[in-house]
Nanobody, 125 residues
């Protein structure tokens, strides 16, 4: 089992920045990939970004590429999401997720076994 707890959400004006954190605990040695997903009001949960834990390889949704940066601190078992140039359409609950599946397609929510409780990000215009 892996436990995840997001933090760092808040209210920010358009153009501003926030940094989300997601420390992992428990069976962290089993983690293959971690990712951020988000769910806006009245919307489906969508992929934001992933990171392969061992290699640091990353991927981004087109809507955030160039504005968001995912990273991880391996000794601290913590994943981060630096969000710059925020837009009102980035308003959502942001979730971190982890998977031990080495065959996982890390853009699909169904591939992730462990989830945090979510942190609210609100971007005002």
């Amino acid at each position: 089992q892996v436990q995840l707890v997001e933090s760092g959400g808040g209210v920010v004006q358009a153009g501003g920045s926030l940094r989300l954190s997601c420390p992992a605990s428990g069976s962290t040695s089993s983690i293959y990939a971690m990712a951020w997903f988000r769910q806006g009001p009245g919307k489906e949960r969508e992929f934001v970004s992933f990171i392969i834990w061992s290699t640091g390889g990353t991927g981004y949704a087109g809507s955030v590429k160039g504005r968001f940066t995912i990273s991880r601190d391996k000794p601290r078992n913590t994943m981060y999401l630096q969000m710059n140039s925020l837009k009102p359409e980035d308003t959502a609950v942001y979730y971190c997720a982890a998977t031990p599946r080495t065959w996982a397609v890390p853009t699909r929510a169904s591939e992730f076994d462990y989830w945090g409780q979510g942190t609210q990000v609100t971007v005002s215009s």
